[in-house]
């Protein structure tokens, strides 16, 4: 059974950082792309960042680049987001996202999806 397993989420004001943590298990971690996605209310879900399998290559999406780092851990099974400069308009759930082979950068390349964690920035 593939578990991704996701913390750090919460509240901040704005202009805070949080560090997202998502723990995988039930998969060769090393050989899967991760990814982060997000879902503000009424709006679709969204890429935020991904990272290559072999942690050489970095994609973000405009919003994110230059404020949000992704990083992953191999040995600990675990990716990461560090978000700095946080927004009101980052409020969102967050997603991580395994692909095999993939970043990902699209849903369709995600094989398998944390559940989810909340978080907003506000004053």
């Known amino acids: 059974q593939v578990q991704l397993v996701e913390s750090g989420g919460g509240m901040v004001q704005a202009g805070g950082s949080l560090r997202l943590s998502c723990a995988a298990s039930?998969?060769?971690?090393?050989?899967?792309?991760m990814g982060w996605f997000r879902q503000a209310p009424g709006k679709e879900r969204e890429f935020v960042a991904g990272?290559?399998?072999?942690?050489?290559?970095?994609y973000y999406a405009d919003s994110a680049k230059g404020r949000f780092t992704i990083s992953r851990d191999n040995p600990k099974n675990t990716v990461y987001l560090h978000m700095n400069s946080l927004k009101p308009e980052d409020t969102a759930v967050y997603y991580c996202?395994?692909?095999?082979?993939?970043?990902?950068?699209?849903?369709?390349?995600?094989?398998?999806w944390g559940q989810g964690t909340q978080v907003t920035g506000s004053s």
């Open positions: 996202g395994a692909g095999y082979r993939a970043g990902p950068r699209t849903g369709s390349q995600v094989d398998y």
């Open positions: 039930g998969l060769t971690f090393r050989t899967y792309g």
């Open positions: 990272i290559s399998w072999t942690g050489g290559n970095t």
